[in-house]
């Protein structure tokens, strides 16, 4: 070997692991090393799998000591890690959703702020001091998935929440039909677990809880009922017939997990996300007559009994004549008064304590009582700046990021249709999970502004036609 082939060995290694290194560090997720995007699905995973919110830590945190605050400590130490160092000095782009979901967070300080003596004489500031503390959290996590997915890694990551999706759904059919919620018993095994008050017991009309990885039963349906978009959406787009198949599988079992909660819910949220998907896409409303049938199918073999149940509470004479919806509509009444009285700002953000008045299965009533109209209407703002980026790029971006777009505009409506029914705030799965798809929403959007920028400079390049021909400008 001569001396320049010596040299050149080790430097060629070198540059191999180097090649290797980079080629880690600016993949795509999950091909790739970038610590961010891993820590991202950890949360993801944590969110499905885990009953976080029912684990209280032996250890001293502010507030809480729930799981998901140390593991989004380390998220938001990561996404700081990635900004300053990994990816060099960046700026975090602000959307629409970022200035709605801000203008959310300041009403509630503002509306706490305002109402602290009265809230501090009745022994009330510091629930709503704690739940101020949450909703920054999920801020936190929007802006961080926001930054820190790119618009290539969206797929992938909507890929394994559907993923989870399943596992979750499969686990959720096992308690309805087993009684045993894996959830609980294998966590307990391993972390400080307070079981829910709702597992194991029925309620006031004997439906029995199932709660999945929460503490309600309503939280898994509506979980389902924001992955269950995309599995249509992916079932509808896909040409490969075995993949057809899967997706098709997929979305049935989401569908029968959550008609296994037995809440009129479980019905309601999808209808609402399938009407948008049907609006986006009329074609697709020939693909879904065949696969509703297969969703009624699957639904009957995995959880039998279920769809029936439910269907019979959509009946109008037990509508509205159960002892629940007899409860919801006297919630109108009871919370009048407070909302006469503080027709602005509210009581306090989530000052209203549920279990010393009475629970409120609604999140419009509980944003109203607790930061008034402004309120209401900041919490409604989200949602639909989140649907009109979902809209923009499903319309005007590329075609592979399209399909995604349309999945997250009809989880956004049957979240917000879901808001009607159930205190979303109240599980924290659930405006987790809207974070995430907000998240995803706003990386999408970045496409929007990075073609918008080439299109308007060669517009502005365009020579000025004169009547003499062309007029060349000069550089």
């Known amino acids: 070997m001569t001396p320049s082939a010596q040299e050149a060995g080790p430097t060629g290694l070198l540059d191999e692991q180097g090649r290797r290194t980079l080629r880690g560090l600016v993949g795509d997720w999950p091909r790739t090393t970038r610590p961010l ?37 380390l998220i938001v130490a990561l996404w700081v890690l990635s900004l300053t160092i990994l990816d060099g000095p960046q700026r975090v782009r602000f959307t629409p959703i970022h200035y709605a979901f801000v203008g959310f967070v300041l009403v509630a300080v503002l509306s706490l702020v305002y109402n602290a003596e009265t809230t501090v004489r009745l022994g009330e500031l510091e629930l709503g001091v704690r739940k101020l503390a949450l909703l920054i959290s999920y801020l936190t996590l929007f802006v961080v998935v926001a930054s820190g997915v790119r618009p290539s890694e969206v797929r992938a990551f909507m890929n394994f929440m559907c993923g989870l999706a399943v596992v979750t759904a499969l686990a959720v059919i096992w308690e309805y039909r087993s009684e045993f919620n ?61 993949r057809k198949i899967l997706w098709g599988l997929a979305a049935g079992i989401m569908f029968a997990a959550a008609l296994a909660t037995q809440r009129k819910t479980s019905i309601v949220a999808p209808i609402a996300a399938i009407a948008v998907l049907v609006a986006y896409r009329p074609r697709m409303l020939r693909a879904l007559i065949p696969g509703a049938i297969g969703l009624f199918i699957i639904a009957h073999l995995f959880t039998p009994g279920a769809l029936g149940g439910v269907g019979k509470q959509l009946l109008p004479q037990n509508m509205f004549g159960v ?29 209203y304590d549920q279990k010393k008045y009475r629970i409120l299965d609604n999140q419009f009533l509980t944003t109203i009582i607790g930061t008034g109209v402004v309120g209401i209407l900041s919490y409604i703002s989200i949602f639909l700046a989140i649907f009109l980026i979902a809209h923009r790029v499903a319309r005007n971006g590329k075609p592979g990021r ?22 979303v705030l109240a599980l924290p799965q659930l405006p987790y999970l809207v974070c995430f798809i907000a998240g ?32 060349t400008a000069t550089r």
């Open 323 to 351: 002892a629940s919806t007899i409860d919801r509509q006297n919630d109108y009444a009871a919370i009048e008064p407070d909302v006469v009285n503080r027709p602005l700002l509210g009581r306090g953000y989530e000052t």
């Open 182 to 242: 894996i959830f609980f018993e294998w966590t307990q095994m391993v972390l400080p677990v307070s079981l829910p008050e709702e597992l194991g017991n029925s309620d006031s009309i004997g439906r029995r809880s199932v709660i999945g990885p929460t503490i309600h039963p309503l939280a898994p349906a509506m979980m389902m009922a924001c992955a269950l978009p995309y599995a249509l959406i992916s079932m509808y787009e896909n040409e490969d017939r075995r």
């Open 37 to 73: 995007p891993w820590a991202l699905a950890g949360f993801m995973l944590m969110l499905w799998l885990v009953p976080f919110d029912s684990i209280d830590l032996p250890i001293g945190l502010p507030l809480e000591a729930k799981l998901d605050r140390p593991v989004l400590l």
């Open 402 to 423: 399209a399909g995604p777009a349309l999945a997250i505009a009809a989880a956004t409506a049957a979240m917000l249709v879901g808001s009607g029914l159930l205190d």
């Open 440 to 471: 995803f929403a706003a990386v999408l959007s970045r496409e929007l502004g990075a073609e918008s920028a080439p299109r308007a400079a060669r517009t502005a390049g365009r020579s000025p036609v004169g009547p003499g021909g062309p007029v």
